[in-house]
Nanobody, 123 residues
């Protein structure tokens, strides 16, 4: 099994900064894609940022220039640096992994989610 655990959420003032971390554990040899999604109250879960194939990045238009995604392949970890957050960035942030190469099967594991971490941006 694969587990994703997010840390770093909390309350931050608008214009401040916050760093989210996500560590994947289990029988993992490698992970192709890792990313961050968020869900605000009453809204659908949406992509915030992702690293595809280990190097290519993809950002939601609303966070471009403010958030930065990075990863540490040796630790099977992904990070989200949130600079100048806005109140509309408030929500539960989820870590996601796809294309996970596992030690016990040749089949790739897909669509793993963390339990989520709450981020609240105060104005």
């Amino acid at each position: 099994q694969v587990q994703l655990v997010e840390t770093g959420g909390g309350v931050v003032q608008a214009g401040g900064s916050l760093r989210l971390s996500c560590a994947a554990s289990g029988s993992i040899l490698s992970i192709n894609d890792m990313g961050w999604y968020r869900q605000a109250p009453g809204k659908q879960r949406e992509l915030v940022a992702a690293i595809i194939g280990g190097s290519s990045t993809n950002y939601a238009d609303s966070v471009k220039g403010r958030f930065t995604i990075s990863r540490d392949n040796a630790k099977n970890a992904v990070y989200l640096q949130m600079n100048s957050p806005k109140p509309e960035d408030t929500g539960v942030y989820y870590c996601h992994a796809n294309g996970v190469r596992l030690s016990y099967t040749p089949r790739l594991g897909n669509d793993y989610w963390g339990q989520g971490t709450q981020v609240t941006v105060s104005s």
